[in-house]
């Protein structure tokens, strides 16, 4: 049985640990942090299955937005803890490498693609769509 999380309620205050890939020589392939802060409404730029929240912490990049994927626990700020819940439609993700080198996500559902590249986030196109499709 295949789970993931559903997307949080917009406006919702909400604490998300989640995995991501670690880039740093000599440490785990993988790394786990947790960031607090509100799910914001989805934009037309926002992947399928990614929340979009506005972070607690002062940084020049308060706006995160992350795959359900990989996304290991969600707790709302009343204490309730979110559950996974079995994925109804058939959703399979690539982790894609760029031309210079940056990690790109690319998810298909159904007949839908999207992709975390920039390129995407402008054109709805991609070649890292292209290229999957292809296969």
């Not at 802060?37 to 979009?52: D, Q």
């Not at 992350?66 to 993700?93: F, M, V």
């Amino acid at each position: 049985m295949n789970t993931q999380f559903s997307l949080p309620v917009v406006g919702s205050r909400v604490s998300i640990t989640f995995e991501f890939p670690s880039y740093v020589i000599g440490s785990p392939k993988v790394s786990k942090t947790t960031i607090t802060g509100i799910v914001e409404k989805a934009t037309k730029f926002t992947p399928l299955n990614f929340v979009r929240i506005v972070t607690d912490f002062d940084s020049p990049v308060r706006v995160r937005e992350i795959p359900l994927t990989r996304i290991k626990d969600i707790q709302y700020s009343n204490g309730s803890i979110a559950l996974k819940e079995e994925i109804k439609e058939k959703t399979e993700t690539w982790t894609v490498e760029g031309s210079r080198g940056s990690k790109y996500i690319v998810v298909k559902t159904k007949n839908n693609w999207t992709c975390s590249c920039p390129g995407f986030q402008f054109r709805k196109i991609c070649r890292h769509i292209t290229e999957l499709k292809g296969n």
